[in-house]
């Protein structure tokens, strides 16, 4: 079965940083790029970063450029996403999606992990 | 930045009966290979999104036919033929043709009458 499981989301205080991690299986994990997309608190999805097959090619939204770092381990099988200089407004449920392609655009996320709450709060 | 913009934002549809959703870019979604980088997803309440449609108009695994996918450039529809109980919750439609966003729509809240 193919399944995304992310981790490492929790209350964290302004200025703070914080790593989340998704964990995939049922799919050759090196054979296509991975995303993080978030959702804050009744709102709609937002593309936070993503990464291609290799790390060879990375994106970030604006909102977090500079202060996210997206990466992979493929020898793990592993998504992660380093978080600092966090804000209120990056409060939200950050959901891991699987790319249906190896290169970073011009793709769909085919499947999604059940997300991880964020809550950056003093 | 490419902006995406949907209408309407809530529906409410008797169970049997059609429904549409738009999705409108503000820049065309044709790349130079000849495809178009549009996608539908459907958030059940409770869960993840999850992938309906692909580059405007093929079915993702598992998607039912009475949902269908058209449009080309900017203008693109997403149509159930007819509505199901299962099929509440909140449609997006996304383009992923240029960085440095991956752009959603607003979505649209469909329940049932």
């Known amino acids: 079965e193919v399944q995304l499981v992310e981790s490492g989301g929790g209350l964290v205080q302004p200025g703070r940083s914080l790593r989340l991690s998704c964990a995939a299986s049922?799919?050759?994990?090196?054979?296509?790029?991975m995303h993080w997309v978030r959702q804050a608190p009744g709102k709609g999805l937002e593309w936070v970063s993503g990464?291609?097959?290799?790390?060879?090619?990375?994106g970030y939204a604006d909102s977090v450029k500079g202060r996210f770092t997206i990466s992979r381990d493929n020898a793990k099988n592993s998504l992660y996403l380093q978080m600092n200089s966090l804000r209120a407004e990056d409060t939200a449920l950050y959901y891991c999606?699987?790319?249906?392609?190896?290169?970073?655009?011009?793709?769909?996320?085919?499947?999604w992990g059940q997300g991880t709450m964020v809550t950056v709060s003093s | 930045d490419i902006v995406m913009t949907q209408t309407p934002l809530s529906l409410s549809v008797t169970p049997g009966q059609p429904a549409s959703i738009s999705c409108k870019s503000s820049?065309?979604?044709?790349?130079?290979?000849?495809?178009?980088?549009l996608y539908w997803y459907l958030q059940k309440p409770g869960q993840p999104p999850q992938l309906l449609i692909y580059?405007?108009?093929n079915r993702f695994s598992g998607v039912p036919d009475r949902f269908s996918g058209s449009g080309s450039g900017t203008d693109f529809t997403l149509k159930i033929s007819r509505v199901e109980a299962e099929d509440v919750g909140v449609y997006y439609c996304?383009?992923?043709?240029?960085?440095?966003?991956?752009?959603f729509g607003p979505g649209t809240k469909v329940d049932i009458k």
């Open positions: 999606a699987k790319s249906n392609r190896w290169e970073l655009l011009r793709a769909a996320f085919d499947i």
């Open positions: 049922g799919f050759t994990f090196d054979d296509y790029a």
């Open positions: 990464i291609s097959w290799n790390s060879g090619s990375i």
């Open positions: 820049q065309s979604l044709l790349h130079s290979d000849g495809k178009t980088y």
């Open positions: 580059e405007v108009s």
């Open positions: 996304m383009q992923s043709i240029q960085l440095p966003l991956f752009t």
